[in-house]
């Protein structure tokens, strides 16, 4: 019922910064929570970041906390991660997902985009 198209991904260097969009299709994104995650090759998709439907509260990963904000237009039904200062170890294929519950979580999600690959040389 809802589709997700992540950007803003690509390669460079440690210490730079991307802007990654998560851009809603057919549905408002202003409905859910929303969360960006990511995965390395090899390792398990894990949390990075959320933030809430009314865009109240966040939750950040301590791995990205001070270096990643998560924020949200609603009038563009986007959703974004800003990312700096970024290191090699942040290199992995981020995806953007939905959540029903109307606070900040590590968990619970629905409807995940594809992904955007982000890669980080040293």
């Known amino acids: 019922q809802v589709q997700l198209v992540e950007s803003g991904g690509g390669l460079v260097q440690a210490g730079a910064s991307l802007r990654l969009s998560c851009v809603g299709y057919e549905r408002t994104l202003s409905r859910y929570t929303m969360g960006w995650f990511r995965q390395a090759p090899g390792k398990e998709r894990e949390f990075v970041a959320a933030i809430s439907r009314s865009d109240e509260n966040a939750e950040y990963a301590d791995s990205v906390k001070g270096r990643f904000t998560i924020s949200r237009d609603n009038a563009k039904n986007t959703v974004y991660l800003q990312m700096n200062s970024l290191k090699p170890e942040d290199t992995a294929v981020y995806s953007c997902?939905?959540?029903?519950?109307?606070?900040?979580?590590?968990?619970?999600?629905?409807?995940w985009g594809q992904g955007t690959q982000v890669t980080v040389s040293s």
């Open positions: 997902a939905t959540s029903l519950f109307p606070y900040a979580r590590r968990d619970g999600y629905g409807y």
